[in-house]
Every structure is written in C-alpha cells, then in structure tokens.
C-alpha cells in the first residue's frame, strides 16, 4: 500500500478556502485517492475520490496533478463546523473496493477560527 | 435506522476484565470491518467479515481478541482479559459490495482502569 505523508495540523478562519496537499510518491497505476473527515466522537466519514485531474462534489473538490505522486483537498469558505481532522487514503479501488480494509496514517487536524 | 449502530458508546472495564462490544451494521452490508482507534491516531484495522465468514483477522493484536457475526448481520468484538494497552475507541464500519464505501458507526470508547 502506498504510503502518504499529510501535514499534522493547520488553522484557518471562518470563509476562507483550505487547502490540504498529500504525499503519495508510490502510488501505484490502479490506485485511488480517498479523503475521509473525522469529527470528535464519530466514525470518519467518505468525503470524495478521485484518480487523477479534478473532481468536485457539493462538499469539496480533489486535485491530482499529471504524475499522481500528490493530491490537493480543498474546502471551499470553511466553516466553524468543518473542524475536524482530514485523512489521506491511497489504495486500489476495484471490485473488491467494499471488501478491502482501509489504512489511515495520523490525518490532518484542522482548526478553524471564527 | 439508517446507519451503523454500536453499543454501548462507552466502556469502563476494570484490568482483567472481560468486554463484549456490539455493531448493527446498514441493514443488508455484506462486508464488515472492525478498526481500533489510539487517540490521536487514524484507525487502525482489527478484522472483516464477508456475510458470517470472517476472512482477513490480520489485525488483531493478540489473541485475547475475538470477533463474530453467527448470522451475517450483528457483529460482536470480545476482548478477553482486558490491558490498559486495549484503551482506545473501537470502530465498526459497514459496506455494500456494489458500492464499497464504509459507512463508519460512533465507535465504543474502552477505558481500561
């Protein structure tokens, strides 16, 4: 499994966009990108996917540029209720994607301030 | 309801003790996960069931842990003899095959005293 490399923490304020970039130098060609956000005292939850170029959902949006060795989360106008820490998955998304155990390092903690 | 249940939310369990910790996964969730949680730390995983067959229990760290799910719905996580090194909260997450997405439950947070 590839490995990624996250920032441990970042700050920022109510309205501004967050940007949250992810290492993942060995990833592998069939391989997805997979952000999950944790709030206190919750399971984590899916927030988007993506192989390569952009996606976008009605919560965040996914960069990956041409060589896939990193990936940029970005969350638009940030909110107080968007505090949380934010995880960076790398791994194989096939069929057997509901049958595979997900690996998560330590996250990114976000803050944000009013 | 709609999502994954566990129980109880919280554990207190005395050094020794034995705990039993309860998943509802959705309803119809062919694939079942357990994860351990150190605080401050990402999930980490325990074992997984297929319907009632448990498949991959790689993650388990001794054998003091035991999961089952006799009729491929409800899961149950044992730990036996419990460690001060067992704290942590304990993850359930549930998937659909066609899907794959876990949908993770609140967790049950073990304190071992």
């Known amino acids: 499994l590839a490995k990624t490399t996250q920032p441990i923490s970042m700050d920022s304020y109510e309205g501004q966009e967050v940007n949250i970039t992810c290492s993942h130098n060995?990833?592998?060609?069939?391989?997805?990108i997979t952000w999950y956000q944790q709030f206190p005292s919750q399971g984590p939850r899916f927030i988007i996917q993506?192989?390569?170029t952009k996606v976008t959902n009605e919560v965040a949006s996914l960069f990956i540029p041409a060589d896939r060795k990193s990936s940029t989360l970005s969350l638009p106008r940030v909110s107080l209720s968007d505090t949380a820490v934010y995880y960076c998955?790398?791994?194989?998304?096939?069929?057997?994607?509901?049958?595979?155990?997900?690996?998560f390092g330590s996250g990114t903690r976000l803050q944000v301030q009013p | 309801g709609a999502g994954v249940s566990q129980s109880p939310r919280y554990k207190v369990a005395k050094r020794g003790q034995d705990v039993a910790l309860r998943c509802d996964p959705i309803?119809?969730?062919?694939?079942l996960f357990w994860y351990q949680q150190a605080l401050g730390q990402g999930p980490e995983f325990l074992t997984y069931?297929?319907?009632?067959?448990?498949?991959?229990k790689s993650g388990l760290p001794s054998d003091r842990f035991f999961a089952e799910r006799p009729e491929g719905s409800v899961s149950t996580l044992k730990i036996q003899r419990t460690q001060q090194e067992d704290s942590a909260v304990y993850l359930c997450?549930?998937?659909?095959?066609?899907?794959?997405?876990?949908?993770f439950g609140p967790g049950t947070r073990l304190t071992v005293t």
């Open positions: 997450a549930s998937s659909d095959r066609e899907l794959g997405e876990q949908y």
């Open positions: 060995n990833i592998a060609t069939n391989d997805y």
């Open positions: 993506g192989y390569k």
């Open positions: 998955l790398v791994g194989d998304r096939g069929v057997d994607t509901g049958r595979r155990a997900l690996t």
């Open positions: 309803s119809g969730h062919v694939s």
């Open positions: 069931f297929q319907n009632e067959a448990q498949l991959d």
